[in-house]
């Protein structure tokens, strides 16, 4: 019964190395929204994974076989993809995925089976909270707050900085905690720190208590709704600090509503995009031989993703000399300085990846990549 | 804090509290009338808005005529929603013309998530209602003088209908007993029509003025105007069209200089309003300027 919808999911089920044993092969399992609302970016993560198998087929002097299945964009289609890839598939680690809620629902069958798992894009916090199994390649959304104000105080020269918070959002408070405390810990000086919550549009009292403390640059951590808005009344009230903020700041209508006041402003973003100037050897390589692949359609930084939790899997099972799930979990967990697409990756203690941060800025109306930037903890 | 902060801080407080008074003064009319609280005015608020939108960036009006266009429009939709929504359930308990006012709320705010996308959408803002005026170290947008303006002359304009026309007086008559006066032979549902048109009017109005201090708008922006002109229509004393635009001014004062002087509270903001608000709903219960309303038998 609990199977019968898993089997329509199986028609999705690829399998690469075809005609190999499980006994001379090592099976890792990839489970990802192939379909569905989050099918977009779900394809582009399965994409940079082959990209990477196709380059690295073998670990340990034994093939790799990759088993794909399409979670679908569900959390039950989930839960049940990982069991599959566990109870039939028996894989030594999985992969995936796209999407927190989706990985959240996967992880809570890896983790009680003990196999490893990578996320892949899923940044909410909670993914990987209190979970011994359970990884990610990406940061986890806070984690930009440390990259911005690095930014701020080593390439804008900030000394001083002012903190605006909508504090009915996780997401702004954990940006803006990372952001004072990496910002303080290089010597700079948080003057000012302000409140509001999500639906407020009035700014002005908040504003011109900022403005009177006159910061170098102001860290708004608002999500799309409010941070135009606020740019546009900092321009009316006169205010001449630079202003930063997270990738919940990422639209392209940011530039048609803040207009002229949105100018210069920079947020932090994921640390791939193929625009980038400065590209690491790796990365550029990537980018070159994705466009061979795939001629016509853009790599991104899922692409990016995906291929580099392929990279980050293989090469903790090459460390651990043996395909076992428990040695692969602590040589993931080991995991220090692993070079990447995304930059240079280290697990941290709580299974999240701490690596670089990229800067995009809105400059002529348009958002360009200007810069990619290791965040000071 | 120097002077010339708490001089821009009244203009802040200026602004925001003569927008929230504008919009109070349609909730107030329609409840001072009907004894009814029309949830939908802020979604009608936010119609106001899109249609000057759709009318300035798919028609190409100028805006000026938009606006007008829009008003007109917002009005016509009032009194469908009327029409629809209300009529059947005049002789019904009150309770059931709430629920269907929040009915009719939820419906538009969807709708204009189907129609609009949630995306939020520029504002066109003519030039001379923002270009900043300094002076000296106090930076004003013509918009926090122009806004106040209109509020007190709509203030005017809705006193003058209410006391010195017959309409007017058919409103008054209604509100204090709707069957009575249909035994006078008023048409007693065209009445409440108007009310709702011109509730609506001004709805759209404070919408449009709205989008032009915050410029973006979206199919979920007159929720929380919505809620707070409610507040300050509560604190007026409701009903009452003075009163509407004292508790919208004395709601934008307290929001901002809260801030102004606690900065650190700022995330408490709302707060400080609701606790005055319960404070002066404690002291006097029928608001600032309200009259004590007779129970209807």
């Known amino acids: ?377 | 804090m120097s002077l010339d902060m708490f001089i821009q801080h009244l203009f802040n407080a200026l602004t925001l509290g003569s927008l929230y008074g504008l919009i109070a003064i349609g909730y107030t009319m329609v409840y001072g009338i009907l004894r009814l609280i029309n949830f939908a005015h802020g979604d009608i608020f936010m119609l106001g808005a899109y249609f000057v939108f759709f009318g300035v960036t798919l028609t190409k009006l100028p805006w000026g005529i938009a606006v007008v266009l829009a008003v007109a429009l917002s009005a016509l939709c009032g009194t469908v929603i009327d029409r629809i929504a209300y009529r059947p359930l005049r002789d019904a308990p009150r309770i059931s013309a709430l629920i269907s006012a929040i009915g009719v709320s939820f419906f538009i705010e969807n709708l204009g998530l189907v129609v609009f996308t949630g995306l939020p959408k520029p504002v066109y803002r003519p030039d001379w209602l923002v270009e900043v005026i300094n002076l000296g170290n106090i930076r004003i947008l013509p918009l926090a003088l122009i806004v106040p303006a209109i509020a007190f002359a709509l203030v005017m304009g809705l006193l003058w209908i209410v006391y010195k026309t017959k309409p007017g007086l058919a409103m008054r008559s209604i509100s204090k007993d709707i069957e009575t006066t249909r035994l006078m032979g008023v048409s007693v549902d065209k009445i409440i029509a108007l009310t709702f048109g011109l509730g609506s009017a001004l709805a759209a109005a404070s919408g449009i003025m709205w989008a032009l201090r915050y410029p973006q708008i979206h199919p979920f922006m007159g929720v929380f105007p919505g809620f707070k002109a409610f507040i300050a229509a509560v604190l007026g004393g409701i009903g009452s069209i003075q009163g509407a635009m004292i508790g919208g001014m004395l709601l934008g004062l307290i929001e901002i200089m809260a801030v102004a002087f606690f900065p650190a509270l700022s995330g408490y903001r709302d707060a400080f309003a609701f606790i005055l608000l319960i404070v002066i709903l404690l002291m006097k219960p029928t608001g600032l300027m309200g009259e004590k309303l007779e129970e209807k038998v």
């Open chain 1, 1 to 377: 019964m609990k199977f019968g919808k898993v089997g329509i999911a199986l028609a999705l089920v690829l399998v690469f190395a075809a005609g190999a044993f499980a006994a001379d092969t090592v099976k890792i399992g990839v489970f990802l929204p192939l379909t569905g609302q989050m099918g977009f970016g779900g394809q582009l993560e399965l994409d940079g994974i082959k990209m990477a198998y196709k380059e690295a087929p073998t670990v340990l002097g034994k093939k790799v076989e990759l088993i794909v299945v399409d979670n679908k964009s569900d959390k039950v289609e989930a839960a049940n993809a990982v069991k599959r890839l566990i109870e039939k598939e028996k894989v030594v680690a999985i992969i995936g995925t796209y999407g927190s809620s989706l990985a959240m629902a996967g992880g809570e069958i890896s983790e009680k089976a003990g196999i490893p798992q990578l996320g892949t894009s899923c940044t909410n916090p909670l993914v990987t909270q209190g979970k011994k199994y359970i990884f990610r390649t990406c940061f986890i959304d806070p984690f930009q707050g440390a990259g911005a104000a690095t930014y701020a105080y080593q390439k804008m020269k900030a000394k001083t900085a002012a903190i605006l918070i909508d504090v009915s959002q996780d997401y702004s408070v954990g940006l803006a905690n990372f952001f004072e405390k990496s910002f303080t810990k290089m010597g700079g000086k948080v003057v000012a720190k302000l409140n509001y919550n999500s639906g407020d549009q009035d700014f002005t009292a908040q504003l011109t208590e900022i403005i009177s403390k006159n910061p170098d640059v102001l860290f708004i951590p608002s999500y799309f709704a409010e941070g135009a808005i606020i740019m546009k009344q900092v321009g009316e009230l006169g205010g001449k600090f630079k202003i930063m903020g997270g990738d919940a700041m990422d639209n392209p209508e940011i530039v048609k509503i803040g207009g002229k006041a949105v100018e210069g402003f920079a947020y932090t973003t994921f640390p791939y995009d193929p625009t980038m100037k400065n590209m690491s050897p790796i990365a550029k390589k990537f980018t070159e031989n994705w466009k061979k692949a795939f001629p016509g359609k853009d790599p991104n930084v899922n692409a990016a993703l995906g291929y580099d939790s392929y990279m980050l899997i293989l090469d903790a099972i090459k460390r651990a000399g043996k395909a076992d799930p428990k040695l692969i979990r602590d040589q993931l967990e080991a995991t220090k300085n692993f070079p990447g697409v995304t930059g240079s990756t280290t697990m941290n203690a709580t299974h999240d990846a701490e690596k670089p941060v990229g800067i995009m800025m809105i400059q002529n109306g348009k958002r360009v990549f200007v810069d990619v930037i290791q965040p000071k903890l």
